[in-house]
């Protein structure tokens, strides 16, 4: 799978997180709720970036009222990175810029990469000389550790079930039973 991304596309968490993660299973995803509690966002915050396409579940999408969308691994990484960007200040906008400037990027191995910022924008470091040139220059104020954020994720999403993407929400149940 290569890196190589249209500008307008909408995201998607596989292109940007390849390698170095935990094997997890594509076919299985979380519920919204469990997504943003994992990510330690609302559910309002999830909702919206999954409707302005910043972060859409790659498991299950939402298909009409009452669906419930799935969020693989890979998207909570993702949302929690967004959600770090954002307590640091890092504007809704500038963390678009920089999703999109990952996915062109192409990166292939997130764990041992470093978030950089400056309060304005995010600079991607892959090696600790990139981190040490970007601090002596004076434009890192923060870093945020890719690979410590994939394990916070990881280890929160012990506490939650995983459900397949054919398996019918409760809502459907319900429905399937009324018409029955």
Known sequence: MTGDVAPGEPFSA???FTDGLP???????????AAAKAAG????????????????????GASGSGSQRLYGFRDILVLKLVKRLLDTGISLQQIRTAVDQLRAAGIRDLAGTTLMSDGASVYLCTS???VIDLVSRGQGVFGIAVGKVLREVE????EFEVEKPDAMDELAVRRAARSA
């Open 41 to 60: 966002i609302t559910y309002r915050q999830l909702d919206y970036w999954a409707r302005t396409e910043l972060v859409q579940p790659t498991v299950r």
């Open 155 to 158: 280890s929160k999403l012990l």
């Open 14 to 16: 596989e292109l940007l």
């Open 23 to 33: 094997a997890m299973d594509d076919e299985v995803g979380y519920r919204g709720a």
């Open 128 to 130: 600790n000389d990139e």
